[in-house]
């Protein structure tokens, strides 16, 4: 498996101050541990999460979800893009596409959500991030996190993440 995938940072366009985005999930809490269905223990369902608005001007949105712990460096686990700008949660398990979004190609050379999976005895971060953006990305499914992250940047409104644990 290949680890270190992102490398640039996504920012905001020239003048426009990157808006807060507040991430929320019935199934853990902001430091929490993340149950085990959500994991690669369990039957790596995506565990669902809610945000708060974006800005007025944002035309799509971004959901990605990856572990800094990981000893390669940052591991993605799940990539969303082009969720609608008034779409307010992905539901439990739910399925990207049913709501016109596209998933990319997570660290696992998979298009679908992979849940935590840290080597046995280390407690790792994950970090579930919602961003909003100025445009719809021109890309298509299974884009790697590398041309997701340089793709987004300069169209960046908004951004927010819940972060959450797991110990095998």
């Known amino acids: 498996m290949a680890c270190a995938s992102g490398g640039v940072l996504p920012a905001p366009p020239p003048g426009v101050t990157v808006a807060p985005i507040t991430v929320t999930s019935h199934a853990f809490s ?4 993340i149950p085990v269905a959500g994991t690669c223990d369990g039957k790596e369902t995506f ?8 800005l007025g001007n944002a035309r799509s949105q971004v959901i990605i979800v990856d572990d800094p712990d990981a000893p ?26 049913k709501q016109g979004a596209k998933v990319g190609k997570n660290d696992f050379n998979a298009t679908r959500y992979n849940g935590p999976c840290p080597p046995k005895q280390q407690e790792h ?8 953006l100025d445009v719809q990305l021109d890309a298509r499914a299974g884009i790697t996190r590398d041309k997701l992250d ?6 960046l409104l908004g951004q927010g993440t819940l972060t959450g644990r797991f110990t095998r």
Request: aromatic residues 14%; glycine residues 12%.
């Open 30 to 33: 902001e430091g929490a541990l």
């Open 47 to 54: 565990p669902g999460l809610s945000w708060s608005a974006p």
């Open 150 to 155: 340089r793709a987004m940047s300069g169209h």
């Open 72 to 97: 390669g460096g940052t591991f993605t686990h799940f990539i969303v893009f082009d969720l609608p700008p008034d779409l307010r949660a992905l539901d439990e398990g739910a399925d990207p596409s």
């Open 125 to 132: 971060h994950y970090r579930f991030m919602v961003y909003a």
